[in-house]
């Protein structure tokens, strides 16, 4: 079976948690004791529905407040897919974990509450959404009840945010007006918007098409760890295992290693079932090489004539998720990119972006919680990365703050400075 | 040349990814075992992630002293077979030596002991990174949970201030002291490791398998007679065709009606099935609705 991610984003209240818990539902994912527990916590709250957010909402502050504060996980099948869903906060101050849940989707749903339109924060999530380049973009513009499940009002809110989005990269993008609440659209197509041509939500995350959205051509194999069985059977075996990140790797394969330079062919790759004759992304492998060469981890497999940038001068746009310190000119953190982490620091703020506006601001002396900036990085010792848009593993890197071992960035790679 | 690889592929991809992560940047991890499925499935992906290497870190079951007696057998049978070294946290030790009272009454449970014997154990071993067998689909507060999460020198977790995790760049830095619980399968259901323990070819213990058994129920839970439980008033024993589909302290782990006695009837089950894993069999959960949450701020599993 096939498996796609997705997250839901958008602004406080536009009802992401609302529509999660109809999907489950309505897929008859939902399990009855979930269902009762939900039934009389809402009782208990004084609702008048029951209210299906509290299926994800599942802490004890989120159920107070009646909000997100962070993702929440959740999984279903259809005979056709395995869905992993990340339930995405909508409050501003909770944007690092919106981010968190988006960084590893395949497709985002921003939600549009019908009678606000587009706000702020969906203009946060649309942009957020095509920064971290997920491939697939659902607009879905919810609470279709509340407006009489009227046409204009559908096509008035799907105008304003393509126009936003024009400004954007976002390669697939699809409008479909629901009712979380009441299910219209999710699973089935709705009786009261006949007007409306297009897939049900449900039939859109079954049918949209994913195999091509993994990077299939450059080689990237990032080393993780050596094995080394010191066994009587395995005296000599040196493995490299990892997780390819790019490429398709073939037994016999000429392959560079980096950072070193030197060159080798693949002798197998092996796992615990057997070899393999070839290994693509996302396989976790342990590659052997014909030649005995040093290589420890942070070091990378690449093919001779396809070779990732090596430089210690990174060009990338972050966004900050520390509301203890901020990012300054000389910030130095730990930079975590594949298998290698080292000491970085911050060369230059080359602007701050307004989301909104997407306007850049080339006089911002610092990035300050939720803030998303271009910045300029050098590396102690030098990277092996792509364009994150080429690559989202080789072209993504977090850092960390050294003080307090906090995540403080998530960062994707531009290219490197001229 | 398609290049597809099945959902249980990818998640086993995903899991092997994480230990060889931890393996890497830990001095003293420790993989929690229990002899239930999720273990189970754990130690396997551990052991295909290291191979033909054993894996570089030891297995530790904390034991509440109310096991059943093939889960035992069987926890020690693999542990010899893979050859890797078990640490035995004990509640009944921890007791013996005053560090623990144990709750008195019929209802009396070892749960909240096995949190304080667990915490104890990390610090005596000095364990950086712990492997827990939790899924996210267990339960609401699980469903909340990174897959690196950080607990502090309190072995607390904090739900509301979690390290933010992006991509599959875990951030496993820690102070002296503090630890990280780690999740490879997180991202599993539990139909998901039935699958796999068919594609698999897993061995699980015989419990999980459809048996003949005598119990009796507590709070809309079958659980089983025998030397942990002491029966209250009204409570009539009777025999049942049952399974377990999780399996913990018996005192408090439910059996399920159940004629499943293959991984294929098991599959069909599971895939039918209209209620939760814990809601079924699990007694320590009915407490409260943040039961979990509040268990595992205190450093439950
Ligand atoms: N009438 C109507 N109400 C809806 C609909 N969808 C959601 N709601 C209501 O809107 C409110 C907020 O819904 P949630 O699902 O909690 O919103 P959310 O987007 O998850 O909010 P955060 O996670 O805190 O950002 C709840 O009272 C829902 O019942 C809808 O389609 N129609
Ligand atoms: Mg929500």
Known sequence: ?418 | MSFDLSHLRQLEAESIHIFREVAAEFERPCLLFSGGKDSIVMLHLAQKAFWPARMPFVVMHVDTGHNFAEVLEFRDRRVAELGVRLVVASVPEAIDAGRAVEETGPRASRNRLQTAVLLHAIEENRFDALFGGARRDEEKARAKERVYSFRDEFGQWDPKNQRPELWSLYNGRIRMGEHIRVFPISNYTELDVWQYIKDEEIEVPSVYFAHRREVFERDSVLLSTGPYVTLMDGEEPFTETVRYRTVGDMSCTGAVPSSADTVDKIIEEVAATRITERGATRADDKVSEAAMEDRKREGYF
Request: proline share 3%; net charge negative; with cysteine.
């Open chain 1, 1 to 418: 079976m096939e498996m796609l991610r997705f997250a839901t984003a958008g602004s406080v209240d536009d009802g992401k948690s609302t529509l999660i818990g109809r999907l489950l539902y309505d897929t008859k994912t939902i399990f009855e004791d979930q269902l009762e527990a939900v039934e009389k916590a809402s009782v208990q709250m004084g609702a008048e529905y029951t209210n299906l957010a509290l299926l994800t909402d599942g802490l004890r502050a989120e159920r107070e407040q009646g909000i997100t504060i962070d993702v929440a996980y959740r999984y279903f099948a259809t005979p056709r897919r395995k869905f992993i869903i990340a339930d995405t906060p909508g409050h501003i101050q909770y944007t690092r974990n919106m981010v968190t849940g988006a960084s590893t989707a395949d497709l985002a749903i921003v939600l549009i509450d019908a009678r606000k339109g587009v706000l702020e924060q969906s203009r946060r999530h649309g942009f957020l959404a095509s920064l971290l380049r997920i491939p697939h973009l659902v607009l879905a513009v919810n609470k279709m009840d509340l407006v009489d499940y009227d046409q204009q009002r559908f096509f008035e809110v799907r105008n304003e945010f393509r126009d936003f989005a024009a400004k954007l990269n976002i390669a697939d993008l699809t409008f479909i007006p629901v009712s979380a609440l009441h299910g219209d659209n999710i699973v089935d197509r709705s009786a009261n918007m006949e007007w409306y041509q297009g897939s049900s939500l449900l039939h859109h995350l079954e049918e949209v098409h994913i195999a091509s959205d993994r990077n299939l051509i450059d080689a990237r194999f990032p080393v993780q760890y050596v094995i080394r069985p010191q066994s009587d059977q395995y005296h000599d075996y040196r493995g490299y295992a990892g997780t390819v990140a790019g490429g398709v790797l073939r037994t016999g394969d000429e392959v560079t290693v980096l950072a070193s330079g030197f060159s080798s062919t693949i002798k197998s790759i092996d796992t615990f079932d057997g070899p393999v004759a070839e290994a693509f992304s996302p396989m976790a492998v342990t590659i052997r090489l014909n030649d005995e060469i040093d290589i420890s981890r942070g070091d990378m497999i690449v093919r001779p004539n396809n070779q990732p940038t090596v430089a210690q001068d990174i060009d990338a746009m972050v966004c900050w998720m520390s509301e203890r310190v901020s990012l300054r000119p000389n910030s130095k953190f730990v930079i975590k990119h594949t298998t290698r982490s080292t000491k970085a620091i911050v060369k230059d703020l080359t602007y701050l972006l307004d989301v909104n506006t997407l306007h850049r601001d080339d006089s911002a002396a610092e990035l300050s919680l939720n803030e998303i900036g271009r910045v300029q990085i050098r590396s102690q010792v030098p990277l092996f990365f792509d364009e994150y848009r080429r690559n989202r593993q080789t072209g993504s890197f977090v850092l960390i703050d050294e003080a307090t071992n906090a995540t403080v960035a998530a960062g994707m790679i531009l290219g490197t400075l001229s």
